[in-house]
């Protein structure tokens, strides 16, 4: 188990920028790969970005490269995605997530924070 808690969201002005973080509880953090999703009103959930078990790779999908920066310390067992430039389209609840391998499929993924929301205003 990986219990994950999501944090930072919040209201934003188009062009603002927000620091989501995601903490976990035990001692196996740094051998997961830990992805952030997303899901806007009445949409799938969709892959934003992912970052792998010792922050030597990650991947981000297209709407979002070039503004969006995954990071994360281990020894705080914490992830985070810094989001610059944001635009009216990003406002979705925002799920980090853990899974065994850096991948884009939200099912790769076995543990799922609660989220947060992030509001953009236009």
């Not at 944090?7 to 188009?14: D, E």
């Not at 903490?23 to 999703?37: D, K």
């Amino acid at each position: 188990q990986v219990p994950l808690v999501d944090s930072g969201g919040g209201l934003v002005q188009a062009g603002g920028s927000l620091r989501l973080s995601c903490a976990a509880s035990g001692r196996t953090f740094s051998s997961y790969a830990m992805g952030w999703f997303r899901r806007g009103p009445g949409l799938e959930r969709d892959f934003v970005a992912v970052i792998s078990w010792n922050g030597g790779s990650a991947r981000y999908a297209d709407s979002v490269k070039g503004r969006f920066t995954i990071s994360r310390d281990n020894a705080k067992n914490t992830v985070y995605l810094q989001m610059n430039s944001l635009k009216f389209e990003d406002t979705a609840v925002y799920y980090c997530a853990a899974g065994p391998l850096v991948a884009t499929a939200p099912e790769k993924y076995a543990y799922w924070g609660q989220g947060t929301q992030v509001t953009v205003s236009s």
